[in-house]
Structure formats: structure tokens, C-alpha cells
């Protein structure tokens, strides 16, 4: 399966302080983002406010690998809630993690990728 970021030394640890910009809505990103541990804040973003909450994630967990393997833009703003540790994969390693995979399971993640960027853009 994918390689965790946390599992590879080698991945320098980024640390981002609570109301830090970690994407940006419409950004089209050359890296994937694992976030190690935090809590970030996902919605949509309005004269540097987060007006529209549209939910909150934990780490572990791959901030934007939906939208990465579709090779769509982020569909939310993503903002630090608290101290988070992040690592980023570039966007080339993850998809070649990604053709690494049997062809049933990338058929399945490309499912569930499009499935919730359908659902994200909806509550946009």
C-alpha cells in the first residue's frame, strides 16, 4: 500500500501553528499532505476567515490524496486548528505509490477519491 509518510525518516517533519494556511482553495499542489498529528479545520475561507466550516479532521490522515489523485485542485481552504505535524509527499511519489497497487485497488481508491470530491463540491 501507500508508504505512510511517518514511517520514512527520511520525510522532514513540518510543523504549522494553529490558524497556519495549509491549502488554499482552487490550488492545484505539486505535494500530497500527511498530516502526523493536529487537528485542521476544513471549509471555505473568506477575507482570511473561516466562514463556512465544513468539517475537522485528525491525525493521522492524508489532508488532500483525493483531490492529488484526481489531479483536481483542493475544493476547501485547510487551516490549522491547533499546533499540527505534517509531512509532505510530492505529488510524482504518490501517484507512483499509487500505480504500485494492484489494479482492484486503485479501482477502488479512484472510486472513493471521486466519490468524495463529488460530495466536498456539493457542500461548497
Request: proline share 6%.
Given at each position: 500500500m501507500f508508504p505512510i509518510p511517518s514511517s520514512d525518516q527520511s520525510v522532514q517533519i513540518e510543523v504549522a501553528t494553529a490558524g497556519e494556511v495549509l491549502r488554499q482553495r482552487h490550488q492545484q499542489p505539486a505535494s500530497v499532505l500527511y498530516l502526523d498529528s493536529g487537528r485542521v479545520l476544513l471549509g471555505v475561507r473568506e477575507d482570511g476567515v473561516m466562514r463556512h466550516?465544513?468539517?475537522?479532521?485528525e491525525g493521522p490522515f492524508?489532508?488532500?490524496a483525493a483531490t492529488a489523485l484526481l489531479d483536481q485542485p483542493c475544493a476547501v481552504?485547510?487551516?490549522a486548528?491547533?499546533?499540527?505535524?505534517?509531512?509532505?509527499?510530492p505529488l510524482e511519489d504518490f501517484k507512483r505509490s499509487f500505480d504500485d497497487l494492484p489494479q482492484p485497488a486503485q479501482a477502488l481508491l479512484r472510486d472513493m477519491a471521486t466519490g468524495y470530491c463529488q460530495q466536498t463540491e456539493?457542500?461548497?
Amino acid at each position: 500500500m501507500f508508504p505512510i509518510p511517518s514511517s520514512d525518516q527520511s520525510v522532514q517533519i513540518e510543523v504549522a501553528t494553529a490558524g497556519e494556511v495549509l491549502r488554499q482553495r482552487h490550488q492545484q499542489p505539486a505535494s500530497v499532505l500527511y498530516l502526523d498529528s493536529g487537528r485542521v479545520l476544513l471549509g471555505v475561507r473568506e477575507d482570511g476567515v473561516m466562514r463556512h466550516q465544513l468539517g475537522v479532521v485528525e491525525g493521522p490522515f492524508w489532508l488532500d490524496a483525493a483531490t492529488a489523485l484526481l489531479d483536481q485542485p483542493c475544493a476547501v481552504d485547510m487551516v490549522a486548528d491547533t499546533r499540527v505535524q505534517l509531512r509532505r509527499m510530492p505529488l510524482e511519489d504518490f501517484k507512483r505509490s499509487f500505480d504500485d497497487l494492484p489494479q482492484p485497488a486503485q479501482a477502488l481508491l479512484r472510486d472513493m477519491a471521486t466519490g468524495y470530491c463529488q460530495q466536498t463540491e456539493l457542500a461548497v
